[in-house]
């Protein structure tokens, strides 16, 4: 491109880190991880995994050797008062994914978290597993944490999970699917499915541990086999997974680099001054949120490999309509974004957005709207209608505890507003060491 560019490693990949520490928590013997991030989320993933039954033992930065769960997890006694303690924090992940895992398990496990945790539901598990004889009790508001699950493991048989909330639903019981004692036959019900590309993930790490499902798809003659990786979405009723009973295998792994937190510099390079050069993403890679460089190339910034670079160059940045169901977390990167554009941006198919660490939508309306431009939120999205960025303005950020409504205006900085949060220390959550690595970007482009 020309201009010399600002490098930035990206960080490991959270999602992948969370499936890599579940499967060789659940494998029977001892793997080896390294590139684990190190986070808040993954923290909370491993503390639970321990009181499962796991072990943990860190041996250096983002490595860690895990002993495996010799016959499963193991809970407390079924209605007694020592189920296992599973305090998730603020991680979602950490509990969608190990509400269906703990099915998998014996004894009883008690879900619990802090925030809003006990705000996001929980109950699409409780009803998908009720016919395999997995009992969720939710101690105050059906359907939301703090649950105790009551199970004596899997008998294998065909449910189905419905995904307009997250697929994370399914993901956790496709973790959970070997461990059961019969074959598991899982359809996608509902009206829609969200978050597509997390499902491939969780798919790609059980195959790499040794645990894969064979995934159909129907056609005009009946189901049949595909490549996980050749399924662009999910049309609930047209999908389905079939799991055989077996165990986790160990094995030594190196987790990739993390295409949701590198958003905030591939952004950077399309609003700021300079180029912005990314190390450490897979270019095939099965991450949603890849696209990425897609939308900030259809908003006109330039984009270009170089081996296992990507560099992201300024341009001529208009308004684009995109469809951001199958990588919600991209959200509040591309709609910062959209304020530096000419024209509207139009994001839909995001109402899922509401049940995340905040309400994003409504917290994104309300804090970008503080820099001039309009936001319009819609049922499913938003609509950002970008004004003239106040340059030397200060703006005081509410992040709502949420990373990404911090990491995202952070972008803000470049238009040489001076930003500030309640709680930037928040983004420790899923990237302890982005100020670190934001900070360069800011300097070099005299932000």
């Not at 307009?164 to 019969?182: D, F, N, V």
């Not at 952004?267 to 270019?283: E, F, I, M, N, T």
């Not at 897609?294 to 006109?300: E, R, Y």
């Amino acid at each position: 491109m020309g201009e010399p560019a600002i490098a930035v490693q990206a960080p490991a990949s959270k999602s992948l880190s969370h499936r890599a520490l579940i499967c060789a928590a659940l494998a029977q013997g001892e793997s080896r991880l390294a590139g684990v991030l190190e986070s808040q989320d993954t923290v909370r993933t491993m503390g639970c995994l321990t009181a499962m039954g796991a072990g943990f033992v860190r041996l250096g930065a983002g490595e860690y050797l895990v002993t495996g769960m010799a016959d499963g997890p193991l809970g407390g006694p079924v209605n007694g008062a020592a189920a296992a303690d599973l305090n998730v924090g603020e991680s979602g992940t950490t509990c969608r994914l190990l509400a269906g895992v703990a099915a998998a398990g014996r004894g009883a496990f008690r879900i619990h978290g802090e925030g809003r945790m006990h705000q996001r539901p929980l109950g699409e598990p409780a009803r998908a597993l009720a016919p395999l004889g997995v009992v969720f009790r939710f101690e105050d508001t059906p359907g939301f944490p703090p649950v105790v699950i009551e199970t004596a493991g899997l008998p294998g048989g065909v449910i189905n999970v419905r995904l307009e909330e997250s697929s994370q639903y399914l993901s956790g019981i496709l973790l959970a699917a070997p461990l059961a004692r019969g074959p598991l036959t899982i359809g996608i019900g509902g009206g829609k499915a969200v978050s597509w590309p997390y499902v491939s993930l969780t798919l790609q790490a059980m195959a790499d541990f040794g645990a894969p499902a064979v995934v159909e798809v129907l056609d005009g003659d009946g189901f049949r086999p595909v490549d996980h990786a050749s399924v662009a979405s999910a049309e609930p009723g047209k999908l389905r997974f079939k799991v055989s009973p077996g165990r986790y295998q160990p094995r030594t792994l190196r987790v990739e680099g993390d295409w949701s937190n590198a958003s905030y510099f591939l952004a950077a390079g399309a609003v700021g001054k300079k180029p912005v050069r990314v190390s450490g993403l897979r270019r095939d890679s099965l991450q949603g949120d890849r696209a990425i460089l897609d939308i900030l190339a259809a908003m006109g910034a330039r984009v270009a490999w170089d081996g296992e670079d990507v560099t992201v160059a300024p341009g001529a940045l208009h308004g684009v309509d995109v469809d951001m169901g199958a990588c919600p977390d991209l959200v509040p990167t591309v709609a910062v974004a959209a304020c530096f554009a000419q024209g509207q941006t139009r994001i839909t198919n995001v109402a899922h957005l509401r049940i995340k660490e905040s309400d994003r939508l409504a917290a994104l309306a309300s804090e970008l709207t503080k820099t001039g431009c309009g936001v319009a939120t819609l049922p499913d999205g938003l609509v950002v209608t970008p004004a003239a960025l106040p340059s030397g303005a200060h703006i005081d950020f509410t992040s709502y505890a949420d990373h990404r409504l911090v990491m995202a205006p952070a972008l803000f900085a470049l238009a040489g507003i001076t930003t500030a949060f309640d709680n930037p220390d928040c983004v420790a959550k899923s990237f302890p060491g982005f100020w670190e690595a934001f900070g360069p970007i800011t300097e070099d482009q005299g932000a």
